[in-house]
């Protein structure tokens, strides 16, 4: 039975599953392919059936895995958000998503937190692949900075490059959601500006219900206080359009604008020194008004909506309930194109990821941990 599934010889020793007063609720125990992953794990090789997409250069989801085990060295805490368990294309497949905590943020809860994530889109690869690459120097900064990562949350659409978990692309009949719909939870804005209760009433799936459930228990003992999203950005085959989208453009939103504005344009200039022409003015293809290269989203149910809310909603008591809300958010996209191969986007990532600790400081004023 066991041999019909997908398993990634990933390593989930270490794994903590609800601890102390940041236990995590509703995580599904039900792991029956690990008995199998046990026993493959016993081969010397690991067990693909073929079909993993890797032709633009992507480490295989394998090797995310493994690189993110640094992380379990330097003393962060792995924590099982959920199991990604798809039947596609007569193949099932099976991945678990983690969430870390660095040592200092367990060390001191409470405290504004740096979060950092990845890989909500699988066709996405930049952020997840950027983020193994320098997964030793951001756990050696999660020894000194309160930080939570969240990286390679769609593994199942990575492995297929796809958008999302169970179909490649929602263009036409949007039916697909992402792992990190907010939907649910965070505010949305009517005709007249105002803000109403969330758009769903219910998690878009079953990953978002965990995924929101898990950030937002995790940001009373983390308060994410600077918030960064890795994306990409593909545009000619999702609308067919013969001229792809070769610009680069940032979503900046959060509570305190100097800061905004300081992180965001420095990305900005780190994206053109990496030689990705900015959208400087223009619309997304989402609609959205760019302006010198920086989108200011409205609510959109995205988990950048829900990092720079001051409340979310509980359909459970029908209420509001308060929460603590993002400095700064911002969500990086660069253009998936041929003409932008994975390598120049993972650079420029890495570069991003270079400047983090500069930019806690500019978030927490200047007050660097020793
Ligand atoms: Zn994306």
Not at 165 to 177: D, M, Q, Y
Not at 201 to 212: C, D, E, H, I, M
Not at 214 to 227: E, G, I, N
Not at 302 to 316: P, R
């Amino acid at each position: 039975m066991e041999s019909n599934w997908v398993v990634l010889q990933f390593l989930y020793k270490g794994t903590e599953i609800g601890l102390g007063d940041c236990t995590i609720t509703g995580i599904s125990y039900n792991i029956y392919p690990m008995a199998g992953a046990e026993r493959l794990n016993q081969h010397e090789d690991p067990i693909y059936p073929g079909g993993e997409y890797l032709e633009d250069g992507r480490l295989p989801l394998q090797k995310l895995y493994e690189a993110q085990e640094v992380f379990v060295k330097k003393g962060w805490k792995k924590e099982l958000i959920y199991f990604q368990k798809e039947t596609i294309e007569e193949k099932r497949i099976c991945a678990p998503v983690f969430g870390y905590v660095s040592p200092y943020a367990l060390a001191h809860p409470g405290e504004d937190s740096l979060w950092k994530k990845d890989g909500d889109h699988g066709e996405e690869p930049g952020g997840p692949n950027a983020n193994a690459r320098e997964a030793q120097y951001l756990s050696e900064m999660g020894l000194t900075i309160p930080m939570v990562v969240l990286s390679m949350l769609n593994p199942v659409g990575y492995y297929f490059d796809w958008r999302y978990f169970g179909e490649k692309r929602s263009w036409r009949s949007f039916t697909a959601s992402s792992v990190g719909d907010c939907g649910h939870v965070v505010a949305r804005v009517n005709n007249q500006g105002e803000m109403c209760k969330p758009e769903l009433t219910r998690p878009a799936n079953k990953y978002a219900g965990k995924l929101v459930e898990w950030m937002l228990v995790k940001s009373q003992c983390h308060p994410p206080s600077l918030f960064i999203d890795f994306h990409e950005d593909e545009l000619k085959e999702a609308l067919g359009i013969k001229a792809p989208s070769r610009e680069s453009y940032i979503y900046v939103n959060g509570r305190n604008e100097e800061v905004c504005q300081t992180i965001g344009m420095d990305i900005i200039r780190i994206l053109e020194r990496c030689n990705f022409p900015l959208m400087l003015n223009g619309r997304t293809r989402f609609g959205e008004n760019v302006i010198n290269g920086i989108v200011r989203p409205e609510s959109d149910g995205s988990t950048q909506a829900l990092s720079v809310a001051q409340k979310y909603y509980d359909w459970k008591t029908n209420q509001w309930i308060d929460k603590p809300a993002a400095q700064v958010s911002i969500v990086i996209e660069t253009p998936r194109d041929e003409a932008f191969p994975l390598e120049d986007r993972i650079a420029a990532y890495v570069e991003i990821i270079h400047n983090l600790p500069k930019y806690w400081q500019i978030v927490s004023g200047g007050n660097s941990h020793p």
